[in-house]
């Protein structure tokens, strides 16, 4: 296993397209995270998986995203209708729960979304 | 919103210079970790310092945590070209979910 991989790494779109991104976490991991990080700033929280369940959506997650994990395994991050303001790196995270507690993640490298 | 704030923002030093950076945060956590990130690259895991923790070594790391004043530093030591990057610090608070926090980041430029 070679860690957290993202597909694509690019990705230049017109306003109001739909993008779709996916992200093949580490196969053990049970927990999958979707971040978004915009230029010069730390990775914001958009929303997790616990096997192929949605636990955690965050408030700033507008209803044109979703995000599914159908059988516990990749996910997949889908823009609808595009905007400027979505130009962003969409990072993926995995981890497996552990009877430490802690949730220590591996990152994927990222598919950096441009919106023209 | 962000729970960590780093400081600086940004750090400029020579090669073989120690480089320290901070990062407060607002409420009680279980644990903090620091990141580090290559430009345009996903983000690494570095270290992980528990609540009842005060300070941890790893390499060239380290790490403190003082829960009174809501506030962690990483220092690097004897600072490397490669530790070239933006460093992060993420907290975790079970009772908000399974899920880190990041700052806005520290951003290190070391000087050959």
């Known amino acids: 296993d070679t860690g957290v991989s993202q597909d694509p790494r690019h990705k230049i779109t017109k306003r109001g397209q739909n993008v779709t991104f996916r992200c093949d976490p580490i196969?053990?991991?049970?927990?999958l995270y979707w971040y978004r990080q915009t230029l010069g700033q730390g990775p914001e929280f958009l929303t997790y998986f616990q096997n192929e369940a949605q636990l955690e959506k965050s408030r700033l997650l507008s209803d044109r995203f979703s995000a599914e994990r159908p059988k516990g395994s990749f996910s997949t991050l889908e823009i609808q209708r595009t905007e400027q303001g979505d130009s962003a790196m969409y990072l993926c995270?995995?981890?497996?729960?552990?009877?430490?507690?802690?949730?220590?993640?591996?990152f994927g490298a990222g598919s950096r979304l441009t919106v023209l | 919103s962000q729970q960590g704030e780093e400081d600086p923002q940004a750090l400029s030093i020579q090669e073989g210079e120690n480089a320290t950076m901070n990062c407060s945060y607002k409420t009680s956590i279980n644990n903090l970790q620091w990141y580090r990130q290559n430009s345009g690259r996903g983000l690494v895991h570095l270290i992980l310092?528990?609540?009842?923790?005060r300070e941890k070594h790893s390499g060239r790391l380290r790490v403190t945590l003082d829960t009174s004043k809501k506030s962690s530093s990483l220092l690097i030591t004897a600072s490397r070209a490669a530790d070239t990057a933006s460093y992060f610090c993420a907290t975790e608070t079970w009772t908000a979910g399974n899920k880190l926090t990041f700052g806005g980041g520290t951003r290190v430029l070391v000087k050959p």
């Open positions: 995270a995995s981890t497996k729960e552990g009877i430490s507690g802690a949730n220590v993640l591996t």
């Open positions: 310092i528990r609540s009842n923790e």
């Open positions: 196969s053990e991991h049970n927990r």
